[in-house]
């Protein structure tokens, strides 16, 4: 009788690959998911289906797969057990270069498990080669070869569906909450839509808002449990927020007097969920009898607005551009740039009672400037002064942190700025359609990151969120839609 000769099975231990290590960088965590393919019988081809023993069951990350994690598993199942060897499998990079990793098997010595040694930096193509895997009674397992690619933003789901891009003056669209779950305020069917992870789908939250009619300059903000609240104008003012699956305005149209235009100027209100109260800030301009647009600050607490101090405005001339920040101490700041041509910014602090200016009020050119708070609870404002740069309340002066950007675009253009609850301060803008930056700043200076690889109708950026792990996260407009996608760290 013949006997099949049963080789001695290699225990599941990590094994170390002989190969060349390539220089790589660290990050925070990803994900990426595995769907099955059970290929064929050629390394890098799909031939027949397998027969014999060994076949892949599936693999992951997915052939061709051009939005991979850096921390995405690279794993292989077989349909039954298999032994490994430092050997069986190798990792390459561009040009072919080696990438060493280790190899381990699961306890059930069907899961191949290949990592890199060194964490990957984005962006990326890797290629991964089956040499040479075997049963555990030695015969030739399935072998097979197959790419993907890590780029350095990864897609955050679909775009979620909007009808046209958002204009440079509206807040961001864009906010998370303590559980990173990311919303964003589309225009498409008016509506707030979350998503829970990067490979999730788009959720609508409640039915359309403002009964579906036409709305512009929309933004959104989220309390620490992810309940939404937007702002947008139509002809005044509209906050809402949503009570189960219903959108509701928060004690009517704001607040008795018009918002938006003057001069051709439109300009949409920013929001600001308090951490300290959980109390909803809002600054937005409103026209004031025929004069000119006047910049106020209100709260919302309890089912009641209330007016926080008089009108910002330091000067005769109109407030556009309005920005609310609060800190996790409490802390607030305002910020709004004057009509005139150049444009005046005016950083402004609440002192319990009324509004302090910070400083001296500085030119900005037409660039939208963006505000938010530091670890230390001083503001942190990014505009043209008279180049683009980024610039910080030392608690005597402002200084600038770091060169400058560049020059002060002659456009006018968007940018915006987001923090997490540690700190974290990332910047994101546009100088032009089709054109994204996005930058971490420290209060040594700013780094920029790889810029995000263009897709169709490649527009203005539209906001910046940092996750808890601080990682940013941003957007703008494609067709029919806006894309986000986060840091790949």
Partial sequence: MHMRRTA???????????ALTATFGSGACGSSDSSGDNGGGDAGKDGPIWTAPGAIVSFSPTENDDNVSVHAPIQIVYDEAVQVTPQSVSLSGPGSTIVATTVRLSEDRKTVTVTPVS???????????????????GAAAQTRSWSWTVPAWLKVGKPAPAKSQGPYQAATRLAIDSKDRISVFTDGDVAVNTIESARGDWTRR??????????????????????????????????????DTSWLDLGGTTHGVPAGGFGGVVCGPSLAV??????????????????????????????????????????????????????????????????????TAYVLTWTG?????????????????????????????????????????????????????????????SAYVGRNDQGRIFAAWSIKQGDVHVAEVTAGGWTPLPTPAAFPSFGLVEGVVVDSTGIPVTSWGIDGGIQVVRSNK
């Fill in 353 to 413: 009672s009324g509004w302090s200016s910070v400083g001296a009020p500085a030119s900005v050119g037409s660039f939208r400037s963006a505000l938010t708070i530091d670890r230390d609870d001083k503001p942190v404002v990014f505009g043209c002064f008279p180049d683009l740069q980024f610039r910080r309340w030392d608690g005597s002066q402002w200084s600038t942190i770091g060169p400058a950007v560049g020059s002060c675009p002659s456009e006018a253009a």
């Fill in 206 to 243: 409640g039915g359309p808002l403002n009964g579906g009619q036409a709305t512009s300059h929309q933004t959104v903000a989220v309390n620490r449990d992810g309940a939404p609240f937007v702002a947008f104008l139509a002809n005044e003012t509209h906050v809402q927020g949503l009570s």
């Fill in 274 to 343: 308090e951490p300290t109260t959980g109390k909803l800030l809002l600054a937005h301009t409103v026209l004031v009898n025929d004069a000119g647009l006047k910049m106020y600050v209100e709260s919302f607490a309890n089912g009641r607005w209330a007016h926080e101090g008089d009108a910002l405005n330091v000067s005769s001339d109109s407030a556009t551009f309005p920005n609310i920040a609060a800190s996790n101490t409490g802390k607030r700041y305002a910020m709004y740039q004057t009509l005139a041509t150049p444009s």
């Fill in 8 to 18: 001695k099975l290699i225990p599941p231990v990590l094994f170390s690959a002989l």
């Fill in 119 to 137: 964490d990957l930096v984005a962006p990326t193509t890797l290629t991964l080669t089956i040499n040479d895997i075997r049963t555990a009674d």
